[in-house]
């Protein structure tokens, strides 16, 4: 019986943690316009170079390059997907929930 009990409640903590993690992200806040030279190159250039930077990163993401206005713009999707909708990058959790939005938000203005 006992046996019983703990499976049911560790099927609850997994299904609770899938729930947890699968949640959708917060809706982007609507703000003043955002430059990709004022708002988000720091950003990028910051917390996204180690990776995917071509040149002086550890070039673990070359497929994914982001060193240029061009590039990001090119990538909007994916970079939406990985740092608003899933949160996967970047991959130490350094960028904030505030450079997050900023992300998002130049992104729904249609990345300008």
Not at 71 to 77: H, I, N
């Amino acid at each position: 019986m006992r046996r019983l009990g703990a499976l049911t409640i560790l099927i609850v903590a997994i299904a609770g943690y899938g729930m947890l993690r699968n949640k959708p992200p917060p809706p982007i806040l609507p703000g003043p316009a955002l430059s990709f030279a004022a708002d988000i190159q720091p950003i990028i250039g910051e917390k996204c170079s180690p990776c995917h930077f071509p040149e002086g990163g550890r070039k673990l993401y070359i497929e994914y390059p982001l060193d240029s206005y061009e590039k990001v713009k090119a990538e909007a999707d994916e970079v939406m997907e990985q740092v608003w909708t899933e949160r996967h990058m970047p991959r130490r959790k350094t960028m904030t929930d505030d450079e997050r939005m900023l992300v998002a938000r130049w992104i729904e203005q249609g990345a300008a």
